[in-house]
Every structure is written in structure tokens, then in C-alpha cells.
């Protein structure tokens, strides 16, 4: 059968070990991609991306092409963007079976399955339930019982068991970059690549809190991680094909193992010696991962930090390192050849304006390369819903509507409510790394009177103007690149 994914802006690892799969068993795949120019999770100016919009090539691309089925990777981020186009597809193929998968389609899948225009979801990791939905179409035969499947039954919506989760790691091929590279050219000069599935960490904020409690049937680790030979060998195939120079590790938290890790970063110094990126947590920083991570050439760590308010910190992120840890986190790469980037939350509940003073004094006497903020997000059925409902801070309509995907903005471009009084320290954060203690001293001694630009929708991007020049700052290169490459096409088509 020939497979269509569909996905917006970036590059999606879900998908390509999909369809590593799908073809490893023989059948077809392509990606429809959509470039998303100047409306994607960072910003949207809405005249200039109707200018730019692909949807008339997309259109002309799927009849051309005539797939058997078209799968959606959903998050709750894109899913208007999902559902705007699975409808496109719909019409032009009015016969297609149309799929969404992804942590959306985890959450609620009932929900996805209530618009006319899709009919499956879906839940958990897909590799094995998409194989046997595209077989069983193929074939004609019952996909009823196909496990972590979401299907409709007339007017019923069947939501079938999930299956234990796969284990051994290296049992997966290796993901198939050619479905995403082959659209965008411009992403052969980095390698995005996971070692891991799972976290250790149970934080209320993130789609882990759900995936726990769905997925895991606590038959076998609900972390689980790839053997180092695997890994390797998966990056030294690539580095030959692609060459790129630099490498995107997006484990949820790459030091958790340090035993795992001394052996890794010797290995891979050895066998693969490209700079690499990668997430961290502070209760896994010592002196000695750090030194790890510096040899093997790791050039930028991002830690959540979210907060210094303890009291938030354990009841509702669930999130229990001291305020001492994260300040030994960031001394230890003070004096490493490691950029050191954290994140921050805005509007949690309870934070007041001495708990934003007090990270802007911490950070200022104890300073990271880079400091990156976001805005809270609420997530369906994550552990943070329950902790809101129970005190309050969301009615049952904003749960249904953050069930039903109704919009709203990205963490990176505002979260689900901006608090217009936080603001000025959003921006004051973010400018820190670039000034002296001195200049933020001054502006704090003058908050009462500051007036700053609100930024809160563009924070991210506003944080990725100053590591333009930056070599190895894939995030800023990933998105320009993709303006560079498909702007002129645009233009000249």
C-alpha cells in the first residue's frame, strides 16, 4: 500500500520510524509536508503566511500521488492545523481511510474520532498498530482487535486495549530519514536521534504523566533505552549518507544512567565526534556527567528548571530537586566549554512576583548561557488537569475545551493565559545572559516603574535572535533554513 504522512514545519522521529516499518514489511511512503511560513508554533503573522500558504500544492501533490491512506502525527499544538487538512484530503479522496496518531491521539482519542473526517486514532507508540491497520486494510480482513487502535462502529467509537510496550529497542529499524529529508533538504546539516523512550522523571506538565498511566501495564520498564551499539552504528550509516555536523539528542533526559553514559561518550568521541545537543535534569548534573558531556563534544545542555518556588515545584509539577541543585547544576558548567541553556515556565499557579525576582537574582549571580521562556500550557489528561480541577484553576468547559483541541497558543508562543504583570521579567530573563549583573540589578531596582515591549507571544523566537551567528544552534538554523529553502520556491512557482 502507499502511505501518505502528513506533518507541518518539522521534522517528526515518530513518523519516520513508522515508516521504516511499514517499508521494511513492503509498502510504500511519503511525507505531504507543509512548510507552516510565518504560522507555526512560534509565530503567526497571518497576512504574510496566506501569501506563502502550500495548500494549493499539497492538493495538487495528493491527487498526483493518490494515496491508500494518509496518517496524521497530532499534538494538541497542531491539531487545527490536522484537522484543516485531514478535511482537504478528505473531500479530494472522499474514500480514504484517514489516521491520527500522536500524543493528542493518546489523550483523547474518543474525541478525534468524533469528526467525520478521521477514522482511526491511533494510541501510544504506532510502529506495530499502524503495520497491522495497514495490513488488515490491504487485506481487506478485521482490524477490530488490533490493540491501541481507536476505529468507529457505526455511531459507536471503539477505543481498543493498548499492548505492553515494546522493550527491546533494537528490535525497531532505524528511522527513515529519507521521508522527511527528501522535503526538506535544508535539515541534512543536523541528525535528530533518540536513545531513549520513557523518562525517569514523572513531571505534571508533560505528556509523560499520561503516557504512564495509558500505556503502561508495567509489564517490562516504562523507560526503556537502545543499546549503544545500536545507536552507533545508526549514526555512523547516517554520518556517511548525510554528513551532517551536528546531532540533536532528544531523550527526555539524556544523564539519567551515569554508568550508561561514561561508556557512550568514550564510544561515540571515538566512533562519531560531532557536537551534539541534548536535555538534562538538575538532580542528574555532576562533575563527572559534565566532564562526560564536554569530552564527547556536547557544545549545548538544556535543563528545565520551570521554577524556584518549592512549594510548586512538589505539589503540582511534581518536580522535587532543591533549589541547591540547580544552583550546583549551573556552577558545574560554569567553567566547561558547554552552553548551558534552562527553561522557565511562566504562569504557574501560585507564583507571585517575588518568585520571578527571586530566578532573575539567582540566575544573575549564577549564570547560564541562555535562558528560555515559555508560557504554561495545559495538556489534555496530563496530571496537571486533576491538580487544576481540584483547586479550581480550570472550570470543566476549559477542560472540555482543551479535550476538544480548541485552539490555543503553543508554550513557546504564549501557553493557555499570558499574565500581562509578569511580562517585564519574561523579558528581563531573557536579556540576562546578555547583560551585566550590574544592568539587571538596575532594571529590578526599577521593575515598579519599567516599561518593556510584551513579547510574552514571540518569547522563543526573541531568544533565538541572539544565537543566529551561532554555528551549531540548530533550533535557530532549523528554522531559518527552512525560510531559505522554501520562501523562494514559493515565490518562483
Not at 508533560?206 to 545500536?230: A, F, P, Q, T
Not at 495545559?378 to 477542560?399: C, F, H, Q, R, S
Request: aromatic share 12%.
Amino acid at each position: 500500500m502507499k502511505i501518505a504522512f502528513a506533518y507541518p514545519a518539522f521534522e517528526n522521529l515518530g513518523m519516520e520510524y513508522i515508516s521504516a516499518l511499514l517499508k521494511e514489511h513492503g509498502h510504500e511512503t511519503f511525507l505531504l509536508f507543509d512548510p507552516q511560513l510565518f504560522n507555526d508554533l512560534f509565530i503567526n503573522m497571518k497576512f504574510i503566511s496566506n501569501v506563502f500558504d502550500y495548500q494549493n500544492k499539497l492538493k495538487k501533490e495528493v491527487l498526483k500521488k493518490k494515496p491508500d491512506i494518509i496518517a496524521f502525527s497530532v499534538v494538541s499544538d497542531n491539531f487545527t492545523w490536522a484537522c484543516k487538512y485531514a478535511k482537504m484530503y478528505k473531500k479530494l479522496l472522499p474514500g480514504i481511510p484517514i489516521v491520527f496518531g500522536g500524543p493528542h491521539a493518546t489523550a483523547v482519542p474518543k474525541y478525534i474520532l468524533k469528526n467525520w473526517f478521521v477514522d482511526f486514532a491511533i494510541v501510544g507508540e504506532g510502529e506495530l498498530p499502524m503495520l497491522e491497520l495497514v495490513e488488515a486494510l490491504e487485506n481487506k480482513t478485521d482490524y477490530t482487535n488490533i490493540q491501541n487502535l481507536g476505529y468507529k462502529d457505526n455511531d459507536d467509537i471503539i477505543i481498543n486495549e493498548t499492548r505492553p510496550l515494546l522493550q527491546d529497542l533494537d528490535l525497531l529499524p532505524y528511522p527513515d530519514k529519507e521521508l522527511f529529508l527528501n522535503a526538506n533538504p535544508y535539515a541534512k546539516k543536523e541528525y535528530n536521534l533518540i536513545t531513549a523512550r520513557g523518562c525517569v522523571h514523572k513531571c505534571s506538565y508533560c505528556h509523560n504523566s499520561l503516557e504512564r498511566k495509558v500505556l503502561w501495564k508495567k509489564c517490562g520498564n516504562y523507560l526503556r533505552r537502545r543499546s549503544i551499539d545500536n545507536i552507533l552504528t545508526e549514526l555512523k550509516e547516517s554520518k556517511e549518507k548525510y554528513h551532517f555536523n551536528t546531532l540533536c539528542i532528544w531523550d527526555e533526559v539524556f544523564t539519567y544512567d551515569e554508568e550508561w553514559l561514561e561508556e557512550f561518550c568514550h564510544r561515540y568521541k571515538n566512533e562519531i565526534g560531532v557536537p551534539f545537543w541534548t536535555f538534562i535534569h538538575p538532580n542528574h548534573v555532576t562533575k563527572r556527567v559534565v566532564e562526560l558531556l564536554e569530552y564527547a563534544g556536547c557544545w549545548e545542555a538544556e535543563m528545565g528548571v520551570q521554577t524556584l518556588n518549592q512549594e510548586v515545584k512538589d505539589n503540582i509539577l511534581h518536580r522535587y530537586e532543591k533549589k541547591e541543585t540547580v544552583v550546583n547544576a549551573i556552577k558545574l558548567f560554569e567553567h566547561s566549554k558547554i552552553r548551558l541553556v534552562v527553561d522557565v515556565i511562566f504562569g504557574l499557579p501560585l507564583l507571585k512576583e517575588e518568585d520571578y525576582i527571586e530566578l532573575i537574582e539567582t540566575f544573575n549571580e549564577n549564570r547560564p548561557a541562555k535562558i528560555q521562556t515559555f508560557w504554561l500550557r495545559y495538556y489534555p489528561k496530563i496530571d496537571i488537569i486533576d491538580i487544576a480541577k481540584d483547586n479550581e484553576w480550570l472550570t470543566n468547559e476549559d477542560i472540555e475545551e482543551i479535550n476538544q483541541g480548541i485552539p490555543s497558543r503553543a508554550a513557546a508562543s504564549g501557553g493557555t493565559k499570558i499574565d500581562a504583570k509578569f511580562e517585564k521579567y519574561q523579558i528581563i530573563l531573557t536579556l540576562l545572559p546578555f547583560c551585566s549583573k550590574k544592568t539587571i540589578n538596575t532594571l529590578l531596582l526599577k521593575k515598579d516603574n519599567l516599561k518593556l515591549p510584551a513579547v510574552s507571544k514571540y518569547g522563543h523566537l526573541f531568544t533565538r535572535l541572539f544565537d543566529l551567528k551561532n554555528k551549531h544552534d540548530v533550533g535557530g538554523r532549523r528554522y531559518t533554513g527552512r525560510m531559505l529553502y522554501f520562501i523562494p520556491r514559493k515565490i518562483f512557482n
